[in-house]
């Protein structure tokens, strides 16, 4: 994987090194420049998570992808600078409350300074920088608030709010290293079982400087310094131009 391609691409120019300050940046960057989408699944391309191939689709082709796509290119990013990492497992909430099933969905443990940080870059709506996997402490990314708790024996619970006081649970993670191949069940029903969030749906968000820009099926809601708008999608060709002038994307 060609690292100064990579860097290129989220719009990270500096000389890497292995620093929080490195890390936040790098994420933020990937956030910004990177969108969260499952458009192969409507398009009724296969999702594969190889490295070659996730190289030259998110990199080469200006796409996105979803979390086993995009945690698992960033955590390569990651080791080839030097970071020490562990891929590891969560579960999401679903809007009833109830978790999905194991390898539901993927992130990064980062062990840096004695500490320990989440990194998501793959989750759609989030952290803009990563958080330290730290209990009962509310934690604030610069747009969102965010707190770790107890959640099991070896899990922990990720919630987030956007006032500090009243959190959602996002989801539960632990933190035993996990090979990506673990994950290839669950990625393959993600794109092919009816009832998948992502086979019902078709999402294209992404951070921006001053808010986010979502395509969610047929409507684009863009949030630009708190003001909140929706335009109906018409068409494919719409959706075609909007995917090309918003995202940098060419189906």
Partial sequence: MNLDQYLNRIGFYDIPDVTKETLDTLHECHILHIPFEDLNIHYNIPIEIGAPVLFEKVILHYRGGFCYELNSLF??????????TTIISARVFNQEGALGPPFDHMCIMISLEDKRWLADVGFGDLFIKPIEIQTDTIQFDSRNYFKIELFDQDQFLLLMSSDGENFEKK??????????NNFLPQCYDKQHNPDSH????KICTKATADGRITVFNDKLMITKNGEKSEIFIADEEQLLHILKTEFNIEI
């Fill in 75 to 84: 955590n390569i990013l990651l080791q080839q600078i030097g970071f020490t």
């Fill in 198 to 201: 992502f086979v019902k749906n």
């Fill in 171 to 180: 989801y539960t993670f632990n933190l035993e290293e996990q090979s990506v």
